[in-house]
């Protein structure tokens, strides 16, 4: 399966997010690419250099992808060699997201219950439509940075139910600084010690919702 974890705002965890799924895709077993289309950034295999440079294991392979062109015909190309291909673009409207958009099964895009970032999904939305007149796929909405108490995250999750082309996942992301400290250390939050329990049951319901088919999807 492709995985494009996208917006085209920046900021959403993107990366973050992209990271733990590589890095626990790999340690089930899968064989897995980790594609960073973000060139002004490459944050994302900046931390995989941190996490070879640790020794760390398993390794992930990773390779940087910035032009839409060669994006396009190399994910095409190597598809069938791997289980999973995981594209993190960068958070703008670009050419190497909508390029993405033309070879992906899935966008994962990270919504924060912040009245900023809910302003850009009108944006993000018109370039999903547009890409999805060329080539299906499917919008899995990921409630991220969800905050402990009060009606942001439901009133996230309403908004998000206004656009009958996104699908809200069940499960969200807590506002953690266990994801932030684990990705600078070129590590999943599973990994990462001193161990996150709360973070880590969250992220793998998300996995789970993700790739298994007998998950809630709301």
């Excluded at 190497?96 to 958009?101: F, G």
């Excluded at 009606?151 to 996942?169: F, H, S, W």
Aim: proline share 4%; aromatic share 6%.
């Amino acid at each position: 399966m492709i995985l494009t974890f996208g917006h085209t705002k920046g900021g959403v965890g993107k990366s973050t997010i992209a990271l733990n799924f590589a890095i626990e895709r790999i340690r089930s077993g899968a064989d897995v690419l980790l594609v960073d289309g973000d060139h002004r950034q490459t944050s994302l295999s900046k931390a995989i250099a941190i996490r070879s440079d640790s020794g760390l294991v398993p390794s992930v392979p990773c390779i940087v992808l910035d032009d839409a062109r060669a994006l396009r015909q190399q994910v095409a190309l190597l598809r069938a060699k791997y289980q999973d291909i995981l594209i993190d673009v960068g958070g703008k409207d670009s050419n190497a997201l909508r390029a993405a958009l033309t070879v992906t099964d899935v966008l994962i895009l990270p919504v924060a219950p912040e009245s900023v970032e809910l302003w850009a999904i009108d944006d993000v939305v018109d370039v999903i439509t547009e890409a999805q007149s060329l080539h299906s796929f499917r919008v899995l909405v990921l409630l991220n940075r969800a905050k402990p108490t009060g009606r942001d995250n439901d009133e996230t999750r309403a908004l998000v139910a206004e656009y009958p082309g996104l699908t809200m996942l069940g499960p969200s992301l807590g506002q953690r600084s266990a994801f932030g400290s684990a990705f600078g250390r070129g590590q999943s939050v599973i990994e990462y010690r001193p161990t996150n329990a709360k973070a880590i049951t969250e992220f793998r319901a998300v996995m789970n919702a993700v790739f298994s088919s007998s998950s809630p999807i709301t």
